[in-house]
């Protein structure tokens, strides 16, 4: 028996359920602007550990709602991390869509789609969205990401974006700014050690 087909199957039956739920959805959540996306509570208990939490906690007419109002969620955020939800998967989506959905998932506490979104939204920075995406990172509390975004920085645009990068931070967070240049400074001092390490290394030979 194909066992890696038939969960193929199971998540592409599930994403049918989701896409034309009919009369088995017993939920809709509701999003930013009112967007409503009917969903089914078994499904999203046992594969989101946030809804699973707030089905058994809740208690009296709250845990027979029909509604649940999400309104600080992206539509769009919601639509993508419902497929993930509902079917494994995680499209492929514009970078606009990444950070509310960064944020939506660690909201929901979908650490893997968290993880997994957060790497894309590194991978696709530039010289002309790092400065915006540190400060993004800064502000979301997402550490991990602002490390990472800090260090792509330094090592791939410091050289060539330096001044228009600084001009946003000085402006917006002087203490990214400081973080930016010492994370710079330690860069210049490594190539500086490593220098010095490879004419030791030659003066030696001679």
Known sequence: M??????????ADFLALLDNPGPTSDLTLIAAGG?????????????????????????????????????????????????????????????????PAVELADFLRLVDACGELQRRLLGTATQDTIAEDMLW???????????????????????????AIADVLS???PKLLA??????????AAQEAAKESAKGSVNGEW
């Open 2 to 11: 194909d066992i890696s087909s038939s969960k193929q199957r199971l998540g």
């Open 35 to 99: 967007r409503s996306f009917p969903v089914h509570r078994v499904i999203l208990a046992a594969r989101c550990e946030f809804f699973k939490t707030m089905f058994v906690s809740d208690v009296g007419d709250a845990a027979f709602a029909r509604e649940l109002p999400l309104p600080d969620a992206d539509p769009d955020a919601l639509a993508l991390l419902l497929r993930y939800i509902y079917g494994g998967v995680l499209d492929e989506c514009e970078r606009d869509l990444l950070k």
């Open 137 to 163: 990172a800064e502000g979301h509390g997402d550490h991990i990401t602002l490390l990472a975004l800090v260090f792509k920085c330094v090592h791939d645009f410091a050289a060539k974006g330096a001044d």
């Open 171 to 173: 402006e917006r967070s």
């Open 179 to 188: 973080r930016l240049y010492k994370q710079l400074a330690a860069k210049v």
